[in-house]
């Protein structure tokens, strides 16, 4: 018996260093192989066989700046890792999200189920469900069917310029300054409730962050971006096992709370009992989406709809502040267009002021909102890239400030913030510049849906703000704390505010 156990237990021992063995083989005839297939593509050193690169990027809160130095360095096309490749070409961009093109959202994109129970809009990866919910969702998002759309913005807009009024304008006897970063998301949270379920959260009305919301984004942004770059980690982290792990409804603070939010919200819209709102929620249901849908959509129009157009606002306001020449001609071109003072400007006039769009238009520009990697998936028969065969399967990520300052397409001049360049070109070339500068909301069959709205905010708060009130960083040096895990976390953009004694 003594030798008979010894001898199994031999065998196993032995099989084990088989197994051990095979598998190495294997391994490493396919990262030879995967190596072999891109070995023209430069890259930072080792993304030919391991990932740690692009992990120590995504964990590094930089990773924006990381993917357009890589893309800079390398001439436009790098490999970051064994089989993803990095681009900043705009014509390359349109090609892989085009409506028609046989590229395919990479698995990365589950990493975006904010309900790890459900696939919402942008983690969703099957092209035809993608294409049937987006097609259900687009008149919410088109505005049109939210009641009062542009009112229900310009009140959210009085009252961030109240809570601007009652708290934190400074004079000679007081000094009393203003976070921007955090209030202008308080701004961009509460009128994305409004118009999309019809409830604001109160950030505003409680100068508060609400439920921890923006601290747990501004904590868990980073690393969650970074354990994203190993989909089968996603996976694993996202199944039954660990989802006492993950946020949930019944969390009474951050990203759990917000679904829980979203849940009730849902919920009163289905039943014997339920309400009919004419809101985004109210057409996402009156064209067809389940409570189970519209739960995950509601989540992912919070985070989508005001972390981006948060940062887009901060960002601008911070360029225009930068630069004296540019803050006096656009308070110039406001005070020329005799607006009401009593009223906030409407869209329909906003679009009027050319040195007013040439701001937005650099803005969205110089700071793309959205600096993930936004990876697509190389149909099954290959494509041809600058000339190299590229074999299907390969995932293709894009540098979105690489394609904002591609230097091919915008000069050189493309790091500058410089909004005369939208103004002194020809027609032609201005809808070029205003097609690549619309790359930041993606493009064809995965073009974001919420542009319309996001455009309808940002040609109201720079006049609104710039009218009523004269701004100035506190620390010229240091104006603002800024990280990224594919959105920016963005804190103490301190500034000292006076209203102006006559507004424009």
């Known amino acids: 018996m003594a030798n008979s156990f010894n001898a199994s237990e031999l065998d196993l021992e032995k099989l084990a260093v088989y197994f051990i063995g095979a598998w190495l083989a294997i391994w490493i005839t396919s990262t030879v192989r995967t190596w072999h297939q891109f070995k023209q593509i430069p890259g930072p050193f080792m993304t030919g066989f391991s990932k740690l690169w692009l992990f120590r990027a995504h964990a590094s809160g930089r990773m924006h700046e990381i993917f357009y130095e890589t893309v800079e360095k390398h001439d436009g096309f790098a490999r970051i890792a064994p089989n993803i490749l990095l681009s900043n070409d705009p014509d390359l961009f349109r090609r892989a999200h085009a409506a028609r093109s046989p590229y395919t959202r990479s698995i990365w994109y589950r990493a975006f189920r904010l309900d790890p129970r459900r696939e919402n809009l942008v983690s969703q990866i099957d092209d035809k469900k993608h294409n049937a919910l987006r097609a259900r969702m687009t008149p919410g998002y088109s505005g049109r069917e939210t009641e009062g759309l542009e009112e229900k913005i310009d009140n959210n807009i009085h009252a961030f310029l109240d809570l601007i009024r009652d708290k934190y304008i400074s004079d000679e006897s007081k000094y009393q300054p203003m976070d921007f970063a955090e209030k202008i998301s308080f701004f961009t949270l509460d009128i994305i409730s409004d118009i999309a379920f019809g409830k604001r959260f109160g950030f505003i009305a409680t100068d508060t962050d609400r439920f921890n919301y923006i601290k747990t984004i501004h904590e868990q942004a980073v690393p969650m971006q970074a354990i994203a770059t190993f989909p089968s980690l996603v996976k694993v982290l996202q199944s039954p096992i660990f989802r006492s792990l993950m946020p949930s409804a019944k969390d009474t603070l951050g990203l759990g709370k917000l679904i829980g939010i979203a849940e009730t919200v849902v919920g009163e819209r289905f039943g014997e009992n339920k309400k009919v709102g004419k809101d985004m929620l109210g057409s996402f249901i009156a064209h067809g989406l389940t409570r189970e849908e519209a739960e995950s959509e509601v989540l992912l129009q919070v985070l989508a709809g005001s972390d981006t157009s948060a940062t887009t606002m901060r960002m601008t306001t911070l360029n225009i502040l930068s630069n004296p020449r540019i803050l006096n001609r656009l308070q110039e071109e406001i005070a020329a267009a005799s607006l009401p003072k009593d009223s906030i400007i409407s869209d329909s006039d906003a679009r009027k002021l050319p040195y007013l769009q040439a701001v937005i238009k650099e803005g969205i520009r110089y700071w793309p909102p959205v600096a993930g990697l936004l990876l697509k998936t190389v149909p099954p028969q290959g494509d041809v890239i600058n000339g190299m065969s590229i074999p299907g399967g390969t995932d293709i990520g894009f540098s979105s400030i690489g394609v904002q300052r591609n230097k091919g397409f915008w000069g050189s001049d493309a790091d500058v913030f410089r909004p005369e360049r939208w103004l002194e070109v020809s027609p032609e070339r201005l809808q070029a510049m205003t097609g690549t500068m619309g790359l930041v909301f993606a493009y064809g069959k995965w073009q974001c849906l919420g542009e319309p709205v996001a455009k309808l905010e940002l040609n ?25 895990g594919g959105i920016f976390v963005q804190t103490d953009m301190w500034l000292r505010v006076e209203e102006r004694s006559t507004k424009l």
């Open 460 to 484: 109201k708060i720079f006049v609104e703000l710039f009218r009523a009130f004269d701004f100035s960083l506190v620390d010229a040096m240091n104006p603002v704390k800024s990280a990224c």
